[in-house]
């Protein structure tokens, strides 16, 4: 599994416990939420438009994350709208990055890329055309993969798909965790944990038996 992948999981669960037992990081993201709301009931529009942007841009370049925001959306919004906005996000994210990918082309993605891990993963979804396949190294690799669907010219349609599906799970366990998290459902969230994980587990174990 990836690295950077395993160490973000912990690193979660590590915050989850410590925003459980302390009383004073409670206190301080419920005055965060607090300022979050007086913006949204001031303009709706505009903080569901930069929320949206957030995620964009999170599924543009791999070390930024709107998962942080993610919580406090769901404080604000509930887990349904916050799923939806948030699969938004991504998938313009997505679509944005096979389009840079095939009509901008290697050079500019070096700037978001490192080249030897473009070159590998454009390597690996030229040679597993499949779609099965491609839905698995979507579902297992960072965002950024689209990058390289769009360099080798994967089948739009195709791609539109495998993203869709590869998010959707990725969208749901992030929102209603959160959920779990602000509620203190200790079950739900290592639940909801414990499905994410299983399904990236499956994913690279289809992508190293292929």
Not at 140 to 154: C, H, K, S
Not at 184 to 208: E, N, Q, S, Y
């Given at each position: 599994?990836?690295?950077?992948?395993?160490?973000?999981?912990?690193?979660?669960?590590?915050?989850?416990?410590?925003?459980?037992?302390?009383?004073?990081?409670?206190?301080?993201?419920?005055?965060?939420?607090?300022?979050?709301?007086?913006?949204v009931l001031e303009n709706r529009s505009l903080a569901i438009g930069v929320f949206v942007l957030a995620a964009a841009v999170a599924a543009l370049i791999s070390p930024l994350t709107n998962i942080p925001l993610v919580p406090?959306?769901?404080?604000?919004?509930?887990?349904?709208?916050?799923?939806?906005?948030?699969?938004?996000?991504?998938?313009i994210g997505?679509?944005?990055?096979?389009?840079?990918?095939?009509?901008v082309g290697r050079k500019a993605v070096s700037y978001f890329v490192p080249e030897e891990r473009l070159e590998?993963?454009?390597?690996?979804?030229?040679?597993?055309?499949?779609?099965?396949?491609?839905?698995?190294?979507?579902?297992?690799?960072?965002?950024?993969?689209?990058y390289a669907f769009g360099i080798v010219r994967y089948?739009?349609?195709?791609?539109?798909?495998?993203?869709?599906l590869a998010e959707l799970p990725f969208a749901v366990v992030a929102t209603y965790a959160s959920e779990a998290v602000l509620s203190g459902d200790v079950i739900?969230?290592?639940?909801f944990t414990a499905i994410l994980f299983l399904l990236i587990f499956f994913a690279f174990f289809k992508i190293r038996k292929k």
């Amino acid at each position: 599994m990836d690295r950077r992948l395993t160490l973000f999981l912990l690193f979660t669960i590590v915050i989850v416990l410590l925003f459980w037992y302390s009383s004073v990081l409670q206190e301080q993201f419920y005055v965060v939420v607090k300022i979050f709301d007086a913006i949204v009931l001031e303009n709706r529009s505009l903080a569901i438009g930069v929320f949206v942007l957030a995620a964009a841009v999170a599924a543009l370049i791999s070390p930024l994350t709107n998962i942080p925001l993610v919580p406090i959306a769901v404080a604000i919004w509930g887990p349904s709208f916050t799923t939806a906005i948030l699969l938004c996000g991504w998938f313009i994210g997505d679509i944005l990055a096979y389009v840079i990918g095939r009509y901008v082309g290697r050079k500019a993605v070096s700037y978001f890329v490192p080249e030897e891990r473009l070159e590998r993963w454009s390597s690996t979804v030229k040679e597993h055309t499949n779609i099965i396949t491609a839905f698995f190294l979507r579902l297992a690799l960072p965002a950024e993969l689209g990058y390289a669907f769009g360099i080798v010219r994967y089948h739009a349609g195709w791609y539109i798909l495998i993203t869709v599906l590869a998010e959707l799970p990725f969208a749901v366990v992030a929102t209603y965790a959160s959920e779990a998290v602000l509620s203190g459902d200790v079950i739900k969230f290592f639940w909801f944990t414990a499905i994410l994980f299983l399904l990236i587990f499956f994913a690279f174990f289809k992508i190293r038996k292929k």
